[in-house]
C-alpha cells in the first residue's frame, strides 16, 4: 500500500496533502483499488496514483517471476488496474519496465549521492558513504534493488543498456571524485573495475538471495575500491577501521 509520504514523492508536489491523504485513504479502505465512480479527486492525480501502482506492481511481479516470464496481466492483476487503464500509461511490458528500472534507480541514485555529499571531505569518505548507503537501499528496498541489479541483465536490450547506463554514471561519479584528491590521475579505467565489481558482488548475493547483514560487506568493498586508486596498505586500512569499530 501507497503511504502519503511514498505517494507524495511519486507523484510530486502538485497536490495538497489533503488530496494526497484522501487518495491513501480511499486505496486503504477499498484495499489497494480507487472504488468505482470516485470523482472527487483531480483527474490527473487518479492518473498520476494508477502509474505507481502499476511500477510498484512491476517491481513486485518481475522480482518474483522475473522478465520473460511476465506479462502485462500479472502486473494488472497485482496492481487491480485494468488493461485499458495500462494501455494509457504505457506502450507494453517493457514500457512500464523501463519507467520501473528508471524510478527504482533514481530513488538508488538519489540516496546514494546525498549520502556520499554528505559524508564530509575526502573522496574515501564520500565513497564509503555512498556504499554505505547502497547497501542500505539495498536492505531497506529489496524488490527495488533486485529490479536495478539483477532482472535489468535478463529483460531486454533497451533494460540492459539502461543498467549499463547507470553503471556508467556512477563509474563517472567515482573518477571525478577520486581525480578531484589524487596528486596522480588514475586510469579511467579503474573507476569503471571498481564499480563493476561492487556491482558483481551485490548481484551474486541479491541471486541467492542473502540479503541480511549487507552491511557487513563495507570493509570489503572499501578495501576493493581503495585498493584499485591506493595501493594495499592505504586499502587494509579500511578492513583495520573495520576490525577495531
Not at 46 to 67: D, S
Not at 222 to 237: D, I, K, N, P
Request: glycine fraction near 8%; charged fraction near 25%.
Amino acid at each position: 500500500m501507497l503511504s502519503t509520504e511514498k505517494l507524495a514523492l511519486a507523484v510530486g508536489d502538485r497536490w495538497s496533502d489533503s488530496e494526497l491523504g484522501e487518495a491513501v485513504a480511499l486505496l486503504t479502505r477499498a484495499e489497494g483499488r480507487f472504488p468505482a465512480g470516485v470523482r472527487t479527486l483531480p483527474a490527473d492525480l487518479v492518473k498520476a496514483i494508477q502509474r505507481e501502482r502499476l511500477l510498484a506492481a512491476m517491481i513486485e511481479v518481475v522480482t518474483e517471476i522475473g522478465y520473460s516470464n511476465l506479462t502485462v496481466q500479472n502486473v494488472l492483476t497485482r496492481a487491480g488496474i485494468s488493461r485499458p487503464t495500462f494501455y494509457e500509461q504505457f506502450e507494453d511490458k517493457e514500457d512500464c519496465f523501463l519507467a520501473a528500472f528508471d524510478a527504482a534507480a533514481g530513488r538508488m541514485r538519489a540516496r546514494i549521492e546525498t549520502a556520499a555529499a554528505e559524508a564530509g571531505p575526502g573522496w574515501r569518505a564520500q565513497l564509503r558513504g555512498g556504499i554505505s548507503e547502497l547497501l542500505g537501499f539495498i536492505a531497506d528496498e529489496p524488490a527495488e534493488a533486485r529490479m536495478v541489479i539483477v532482472e535489468a541483465r535478463a529483460s531486454s536490450p533497451r533494460g540492459l543498456l539502461r543498467r549499463d547506463q547507470l553503471l556508467d554514471h556512477f563509474a563517472g561519479c567515482l573518477d571525478l571524485l577520486v581525480r578531484e584528491d589524487l596528486e596522480e590521475a588514475p586510469s579511467a579505467i579503474a573507476a569503471a573495475g571498481v564499480v563493476g565489481g561492487v556491482e558483481s558482488v551485490l548481484y551474486a548475493r541479491l541471486q541467492k538471495g542473502e540479503t541480511e547483514d549487507l552491511r557487513t560487506l563495507l570493509p570489503s568493498l572499501m578495501y576493493f575500491a581503495v585498493l584499485a586508486y591506493a595501493g594495499h596498505e592505504a586499502a587494509a586500512e579500511e578492513l583495520d577501521d573495520a576490525a577495531l569499530a
